[in-house]
């Protein structure tokens, strides 16, 4: 469950997430090579990724193939009631 009203405002590593409606852990902040602005690298729970935190030959973070999925930090959204991992 997202919960907008009482969920920490700074994205970090490890945290329970929703990014473009699936659910993952942060594995990766940051700037990349493929794109301007600030990146988020998902750990995705099911295989419905576009990589294994490998774009265009640079690894960023590790996972299984098709559990990767990078958006931008502002496509984010905070799951509250998951642990950190």
């Excluded at 329970?16 to 995705?44: D, K, P, Q």
């Amino acid at each position: 469950m997202v919960n907008p009203g009482s969920q920490p405002t700074e994205i970090e590593l490890g945290m329970r997430v929703e990014a473009s409606g699936h659910l993952g852990y942060v594995r990766f902040l940051g700037t990349t090579a493929f794109a301007a602005g600030r990146w988020a690298g998902i750990e995705l729970d099911l295989p419905q990724g576009k990589n294994s935190g490998i774009v265009e030959d640079q690894r960023y973070f590790e996972c299984r193939p098709l559990h990767g999925l990078f958006v931008r930090v502002t496509q984010v959204r905070i799951v509250t009631e998951g642990t950190t991992q």
